[in-house]
């Protein structure tokens, strides 16, 4: 959330080293804390910010291997979503600074919170009843933690398309209530399609490897989505998909 990593580097003087060398004793148990995703505290407890950027870090790095695997990689950055520790101070100031910005411009609010080559994670904004609406995140993974409030998501799985590529019929795979704390995920296959609805005001940290950039924006849809369902089958939908 800086300008610069403070996590990736550090430069300093021969004097400046020794200052470091005097502090080590803070600086240690800033270091145990941050890296407590590796197992120094315990496995249940929560992280810091700088924690949770390190361990998505780690995972989502492997989206290079060839033995990534998506539905294992939202696994753990669900977990590790789980443990982020919602009152770090770098958080609540993000979360007020939106909240100040955003509140009353009818409008769903976006914040950068972190980029990297591998990953992005969004602080995402909603007034009561605010709702993006359906659409896809081709070639991406997302993991949402709902970090105050309450949003309703639904997950949907494109099932066929006619040869136009814009009428389509989506599956809906999953229908959740998320409140503080809970998560929500979609691979690049499965549960992509989604819609999100605030009952109150809420805020989300989104996180999606990898991170957006102008190609996957401009691939990116939009659906209009026929709510009667397809045919009388309860999780069929007809759509129309748009740019």
């Given at each position: 959330m800086d300008d610069y990593d403070r996590r990736?580097?550090?430069?300093?003087?021969?004097?400046?080293?020794?200052?470091?060398?005097?502090?080590?004793?803070a600086i240690t148990a800033f270091a145990t804390r941050a890296n407590a995703y590796q197992?120094?505290?315990?496995?249940d407890g929560s992280i810091n910010w700088d924690a949770f950027l390190s361990a998505i870090e780690v995972e989502a790095k492997k989206q290079h291997l060839d033995s990534w695997n998506e539905l294992e990689y939202v696994k753990k950055a669900s977990a590790i979503a789980a443990r982020l520790d919602l009152r770090d101070p770098s958080l609540v100031k993000a979360f007020k600074e939106t909240k100040a910005k955003g509140v009353g411009n009818k409008r769903v609010d976006f914040s950068g919170l972190e980029k990297q080559i591998?990953?992005?994670?969004?602080?995402?904004?909603?007034e009561k009843n605010e709702q993006i609406?359906?659409?896809?995140?081709?070639?991406?993974?997302?993991?949402?933690?709902?970090?105050?409030?309450?949003?309703e998501v639904w997950n949907?799985?494109?099932?066929?398309?006619?040869?136009?590529?814009r009428d389509?019929?989506?599956k809906q795979t999953s229908h959740a209530m998320l409140s503080k704390g809970n998560v929500s995920t979609l691979t690049s296959?499965?549960?992509?399609?989604?819609?999100?609805?605030?009952?109150?005001?809420?805020?989300l940290v989104d996180i999606f490897a990898p991170p957006y950039d102008k190609k996957r924006i401009a691939d990116s849809?939009?659906?209009e989505v026929d709510s009667d369902g397809y045919k009388g089958k309860g999780d069929l939908f007809e759509a129309v998909r748009k740019k």
């Open positions: 990736h580097f550090i430069k300093t003087s021969i004097p400046g080293f020794l200052g470091i060398s005097m502090a080590l004793p197992g120094r505290l315990k496995e591998d990953y992005h994670v969004t602080l995402v904004q909603f609406m359906h659409h896809d995140h081709p070639e991406m993974t997302g993991v949402l933690l709902c970090a105050t409030g309450e949003v949907y799985d494109l099932f066929a398309e006619k040869a136009n590529k389509v019929l989506l296959k499965e549960r992509n399609i989604h819609r999100v609805a605030a009952k109150e005001f809420t805020q849809n939009w659906y």
